[in-house]
């Protein structure tokens, strides 16, 4: 997706802001979430706000990404500030004003608004919640294109790792070497910190990568992803390091696939959310292991690692065509160890497109991984 093409999006996304302010009767919308702030510019700096109004809309950010704003935002008229930002705002935008209407998102800080309300008074400030986030869970096509080709990227740099000789190296060299490889074929950087837990510690849903040695005959869930153009991706595996596992990992192991199978087959665009759950809950409850699911079965992805939708028992969402979400049911027992399939989907009105692609046979991962 070309820089031009992203900027047409940018601009359909403020278009959408501002028609949800003329609905809510909002003047005006104060923006700071640096995602959020990105998603309606293109804006990728790390200091940078929005100011939305019913007709026009302007991006807010100092010297030193004046150049860098000239040249990625154009759904925006770009506004170089000094000073306080409050007080910059008040004299240029709502001077002589009286109760001008101000959405701000509900994750502002309570310093930053605090001070919007006393440096910008006689104003009147509207809390809202996820205004932003929900018009983002629909993905464009070229927002779609992205999270594929992070997808790509941390599928070969799995595949890469693969090859490697594992004997001998901690949980944190894998998730260094894996690291390195999306890096050296085309990521900005990890979408999270990298979950290698192996063995007993592979109870541990989100078991970040530690000192221990990968050992022979266990299972080790690797979860990980990357930034591809600002956008994730979130893939888990569970590998097996020997063909003489405990037998009751190899059981969960198969407990875990068909249920990701099951949750894939119900997601559709107009299913409930926490329908996909229970289609992966239910299998997993069947045989027996519902109590070592704790977590929900997806989330969104885009921007952010996490975004809507929520793909969990208590969630109220509904898919809709162009969500992306995850799908990643996982058993986890003490002591023994833990299994976690993950990949990444595009909702459509049929069903689900399969954007992160690497094997998920059992027996794949024992041939390859016997010689450790």
């Known amino acids: ?34 995602p959020n702030v990105r998603y309606l510019t293109t804006f990728t700096g790390t200091s940078g706000y929005c100011l939305v109004f019913r007709d026009s809309a302007y991006f807010l950010t100092d010297f030193r ?16 500030y000094s000073g306080n930002l409050f007080e910059f705002i008040r004299k240029k935008f709502f001077k002589g004003s009286k109760e001008a ?28 919640s996820q205004v932003l986030e929900k018009l983002a869970a629909v993905k464009t096509k070229g927002e779609v294109e992205r999270i594929r080709q992070a997808c790509a990227i941390s599928s070969t740099a799995l595949d890469v ?13 894998l998730a260094a070497m894996l690291e390195f490889n999306q890096k050296i074929i085309g990521a900005s950087g990890t979408s999270f910190e990298t979950i290698v837990a192996s063995g007993a510690r592979g109870a541990m849903p989100h078991g970040v990568a530690s000192g221990k040695e990968v050992t022979r005959n266990e299972f080790v869930t690797i979860d990980f992803g990357c930034f591809y153009d600002g956008y ?42 926490s329908r996909v759950d229970e289609a992966a809950r239910d299998h997993i409850e069947k045989k027996g292991y519902g ?16 975004e809507l939708p929520r ?62």
């Open 161 to 173: 790792l693969v090859q490697e000789e594992w004997r001998g190296k901690t949980e944190s060299e």
């Open 232 to 273: 994730a991706s979130d893939i888990t595996r569970t590998f097996q390091t020997g063909s003489k596992v405990k037998p009751e990992l190899t059981t969960i192991y198969k407990v875990v696939h068909d249920a990701q199978l099951k949750a894939i087959a119900t997601a559709r665009a107009g299913a409930k959310a």
């Open 311 to 372: 793909v969990s028992r208590i969630s109220e969402d509904v898919l809709e065509e162009g969500n992306v979400i995850t799908i990643e049911p996982g058993i986890y027992i003490p002591r023994l160890g833990g299994v976690r399939i993950e990949d990444d989907f595009l909702v459509t009105k049929d069903g689900v497109e399969q954007l992160s692609h690497f094997s998920k046979d059992a027996e794949y991962y024992i041939s390859a991984y016997g010689r450790h």
């Open 1 to 34: 997706m070309n820089p031009t093409d992203m900027q047409k999006d940018s601009r359909k996304f403020v278009a959408s802001l501002q028609t949800y302010m003329r609905k809510n009767a909002l003047d005006a919308f104060f923006v700071a979430e640096l």
């Open 65 to 80: 990404y004046k150049t860098q704003a000239s040249r990625q935002v154009a759904s925006c008229e770009t506004v170089v």
């Open 101 to 128: 209407s101000i959405g701000f998102e509900d994750t502002l800080t309570v310093g930053m608004f605090s001070e919007a309300q006393e440096r910008v008074s006689g104003c009147k400030f509207v809390k809202t």
């Open 291 to 306: 109590k070592f699911f704790g977590h929900g079965t997806g989330h969104g992805v885009g921007l952010r690692i996490h």
